[in-house]
């Protein structure tokens, strides 16, 4: 609340060096976005985090359902608590597969935003080179052929 107050007097005296280091030191300072490569690799890395979580769980459903099938007969309630457990796994791995999903339509977008820019920057070349081309040939042309716009 003391900065909110100082910032608030700072700008009602209109001071604006102190303002501008004010908002900096309160809001920080914009982060600039990594390059893609690195953006898609930690993406990646993400991914094989989140399968590594999934397996786990599929492991720990097995183990539930193992439980319950074992505790039927003898303790219903041991059963009952298994199943529960089951199910909420079930939920986390669903959760996850909605994550891992996420990660990778990212992924996609991120390489063909890539592609398309590296196809613009080629366009954009081959552009300038026509219009260097054409340049060249108009001064080549007799001063009678030149037609003026």
């Known amino acids: 609340e003391l900065s909110l107050k100082f910032l608030t007097t700072c700008l009602q005296n209109k001071s604006p060096t102190v303002t501008m280091s004010m908002i900096n030191r309160l809001f920080g300072k914009a982060q600039q976005a990594p390059p893609p490569s690195e953006s898609i690799k930690r993406l ?82 081959g552009a300038r080179a026509m219009k260097n081309i054409s340049h060249k040939m108009y001064d080549l042309m007799p001063f009678s052929e030149r037609t003026f716009l």
Do not use: P
């Open 44 to 125: 990646r890395e993400t991914l094989e985090m989140l399968e590594k979580r999934e397996k786990y769980l599929e492991k720990k459903v097995d183990t539930e359902l193992d439980t319950a099938k074992k505790n039927v007969g003898k303790n219903k309630r041991a059963a009952l608590m298994a199943l529960r457990r089951k199910k909420i796994y079930e939920g986390q791995m669903e959760k996850l597969g909605g994550a891992r999903m996420t990660i990778e339509t990212q992924i996609i977008a991120i390489e063909n935003a890539t592609t398309n820019f590296a196809a613009l920057e080629a366009m954009r070349e």
